[in-house]
């Protein structure tokens, strides 16, 4: 695959007047074996692609709930070589474009550009490295454009007009719109900064905007979809897998939620 399935996917979800739903889930998580099981019922309950996080010791933008999940599929032995064959899994068994969530110090552990080859090995669309800034971003983007993938970028509220506008001129599959501010987690209010931040974006070009951290309900993510292209779910979806007693319960469990969030993509 390549980041064009994301261009198509977004035009196809366009046609259809709603957004795209891109559950987050850490790769490994319950373990290896299980973890494909996942995203493939992801996928029968509606999904339309995966953001598959890398598990990391020191996951900076993350909160208890994926840093719980992290630790977990690390003890289970789902270290980035584990993480990325179990992403090539679920590309094949889904078929769905999957973007893959990471930090910087993996990437460069492994090269830029052996990472961005091992991506477009697995059937990856992309990558989000999610401590990663702009104005050093030119690299990573370069390694992965040569694979024919992205590089996805961050948008907040508090970002500036003038980094707005750098975002959005290097041509990213999509733009992470942060609906709220801080790590992720399940938040009790909807966002009120979407609308605002998709409206900015969209002053500096026509590029998708994806919303995500914060959104944890299906009514949440109704709201966010009636004015982004996307929508990230992620500490929900984890914390159900985290509960469950087996990887049954946990695809079960998924199964209802993301049916759920899936029906709130349809815009009114």
Aim: net charge negative.
């Amino acid at each position: 695959m390549s980041r064009q399935r994301l261009a198509e996917l977004f035009s196809s979800c366009r046609d259809e007047n709603r957004a795209a739903l891109l559950p987050y889930m850490t790769a490994g998580l319950p373990d290896p074996a299980g973890s494909v099981r996942l995203f493939a019922a992801m996928a029968d309950a509606g999904a339309d692609g995966f953001e598959v996080g890398i598990p990391y010791a020191d996951p900076l933008m993350d909160g208890p709930v994926i840093q719980e999940a992290g630790d977990r599929a690390l003890a289970a032995g789902s270290g980035v070589d584990v993480a990325l064959d179990i992403l090539g899994q679920v590309v094949a068994t889904t078929g769905k474009p999957s973007v893959v969530m990471t930090y910087v110090n993996p990437v460069l552990r492994m090269g830029a550009d052996a990472f961005a080859a091992r991506l477009s090995g697995a059937g990856a669309s992309g990558a989000i490295i999610a401590d990663l800034p702009v104005d050093e971003a030119r690299p990573f983007a370069s390694a992965l454009a040569r694979h024919d993938l992205g590089l996805v970028l961050f948008v907040a509220p508090t970002t500036t007009e003038a980094r707005l506008e750098s975002v959005v001129r290097s041509s990213p599959p999509f733009v992470y719109g942060v609906a709220e501010l801080g790590v992720t987690g399940e938040r009790d209010m909807a966002s009120s900064h979407i609308e605002s931040l998709v409206g900015r974006v969209r002053r500096h070009g026509d590029v998708p905007v994806v919303a995500g951290v914060g959104i944890a309900t299906p009514d949440q993510a109704h709201r966010a979809a009636a004015a982004a292209d996307g929508v990230i779910v992620g500490s929900a979806l984890v914390r159900r897998v985290m509960e469950a007693d087996s990887v049954d319960g946990a695809a079960g469990s998924l199964r209802q939620a993301v049916g759920d969030f899936a029906r709130a993509m349809q815009r009114d």
